[in-house]
């Protein structure tokens, strides 16, 4: 049997049992109690299947396998447990459902994980194919107990079919484990697509050579997939020497215009995050742009789907252990999409879905607080003035939901300017600048550590466009409808924010807040 929670419908019953739904987070998890389940940043439903098992309580939104089908995006996850009892699996695969990606419904478990004797005891990333009449999904089946280690592979892929998106039945005889050079225990995340120059699906899945240990994305094909025999080719792609990734999880492969565009995740390097490769064929050669990066390390394992107008990329919001600013980056949190664009020169864009920037239909009031060091407003604008001291106008809280807007105008080539977020009486704050001497976006926490970053060409006497859009703990800064950097800001809504230059002088304008109706 499959349960269904609408969103609104728990919205409303909590909205019953506190002051107001604006003062309540539904859903999720976050230590204290109850946390977000947003219609901007969805995290699963407490008690989804209600009962008492301690499993079914809250949890967080893991890697993302989305799927676009007559006029609805089917939004598979990772679905990680904030309780995991002692025996009980992990990561099965559940569904957000959007017709617009500002609004969801929570569709409950789709893939369940197994026993402690089957291949898919742990669920790893996947995704879905349409093939006539019948939906494929493959998925990594994960198993590390000791017993099952003795006699099978750690990882392999699996496929569960349907003819309706809803009721999965898994395919017993089907089983794909790494051939020989490549290595069992590191072998995920199946990508399988049409290929339309070779007329046959294709399959991704993220591996190592074995010996070598060489990151690589394997390629297989297929004619029919109902025929269940998948051939291995070379590696699509294999990490260079200078990159030398672990492991490119979550691969993904698309075109736009015209060019193909290769998407996969890394977590060991020293860029953490998705990135991107492009080419004019599906054959590469693959060439690395100056910025491969699609966000910061605090948005992971990015996949892609699109309407058939628009594509979106796909990712979540690391949350932190311990849930408060200068807790460590952990698995999984709360959906995060961006609108991919392409620029001239056929390199990738990100700005915010318009859905989502429609969501806030409400004027808001931007309310000084206070102001910090030679800080003077004049007609609106705020001139913010830095050499050894900081220049600072905090303003007063906004609330769960917000969207900022401003101009940034940097009048040096050194120091930085930026926004201030979680900002008491002590002082503290975490902190997203704009750094013109290292030409990034850099978001820090409040003991100064920085957190997450993106490259960005950042030129003096230009006026840059920046718009941010909170819910919750998660807050998203756009630059330009050009590039985006997600930050996990825990407290955010309670507290004042505001606008920081250190070793700047920096002009901020055209301040305009919006909110949620």
Avoid at 187 to 193: M, N
Avoid at 308 to 337: H, Q, S
Avoid at 394 to 410: C, Q, V
Wanted: charged letters at 20%; aromatic letters at 14%; glycine letters at 8%.
């Amino acid at each position: 049997m499959k349960y269904r929670n609408i969103i609104m419908l728990a919205s409303i019953f909590f909205s019953l049992v506190s002051c107001s739904q604006e003062e309540t987070y539904i859903g999720g998890s976050i230590s204290g109690g109850e946390s977000e389940m947003t219609s901007i940043y969805p995290a699963p439903p407490s008690q989804w299947m209600g009962g008492t098992d301690p499993y079914y309580s809250a949890g967080y939104t893991g890697d993302i396998m989305p799927f676009f089908d007559n006029g609805k995006f089917h939004v598979y996850f990772l679905h990680d447990a904030q309780n995991k009892p002692a025996g009980k699996g992990f990561h099965d695969i559940h569904e957000f459902q959007s017709t617009d990606l500002a609004h969801f419904t929570y569709e409950g478990q789709m893939i369940p994980f197994g026993k402690t004797t089957d291949a898919d005891f742990g669920i790893g990333t996947g995704s879905v194919v349409k093939v006539g009449n019948l939906y494929y999904f493959y998925y990594t089946g994960h198993n590390g107990t000791p017993a099952f280690l003795q006699s099978n592979a750690r990882e392999s892929v699996l496929c569960a079919t349907s003819t309706d998106l809803k009721n999965w039945t898994k395919i017993p005889s089907f089983k794909l484990t790494a051939p020989a050079g490549y290595y069992n225990f590191d072998f995920r995340d199946p990508h399988v697509f049409y290929n339309d120059e070779l007329k046959k699906y294709s399959m991704l899945v993220s591996t190592q050579t074995e010996p070598g240990r060489k990151a690589v994305l394997l390629h297989f094909t297929c004619i029919d997939p109902s025929l269940g025999k998948w051939d291995v080719q070379a590696p699509l792609y294999t990490t260079t020497p200078q990159e030398n990734y672990l492991m490119m999880e979550c691969a993904d492969i698309f075109k736009m215009g015209n060019y193909w565009y290769l998407m996969f995740s890394e977590n060991w390097s020293n860029t953490k995050g998705t990135h991107y490769k492009m080419a004019t064929s599906i054959n590469g050669p693959w060439t690395t742009p100056q910025n491969d990066r699609i966000d910061g390390e605090y948005f992971y394992a990015g996949k892609t789907a699109s309407d058939g107008n628009k594509r979106y990329v796909f990712g979540w919001n690391a949350r932190k252990i311990p849930e408060n600013d200068l807790g460590n980056k952990d698995w999984a949190g709360n959906m995060v999409i961006h609108e991919l664009t392409q620029n001239s020169d056929g390199t990738l864009a990100t700005q915010a879905p318009q859905a989502v920037k429609s969501f806030f239909s409400k004027n808001g009031n931007v309310e000084v607080d206070a102001t910090l060091g030679n800080a003077t407003v004049n007609n609106g604008s705020y001139n913010l003035s830095s050499t050894t001291d900081k220049a600072m106008v905090t303003f007063k809280p906004i609330g769960k939901r917000a969207k900022i807007n401003a101009e940034l105008t940097l009048k040096t080539t050194t120091g930085t300017t930026g926004f201030v977020f979680h900002t008491n009486s002590t002082g503290s704050y975490y902190k997203i600048v704009l750094d013109a001497t290292k030409n990034s976006i850099i978001g820090y926490n409040s003991a100064s550590q920085e957190t997450t970053r993106i490259p960005f060409g950042l030129q003096t006497n230009t006026k840059y466009d920046v718009e941010i859009i909170a819910e919750g703990s998660v807050a998203v800064l756009y630059i330009n409808g050009k590039a985006a950097l997600t930050n996990r800001i825990y407290g955010r809504d309670k507290y004042k924010w505001g606008i920081i230059a250190e070793g700047q002088n920096a002009t901020v304008s055209n301040i305009q807040l919006r909110q949620s109706e």
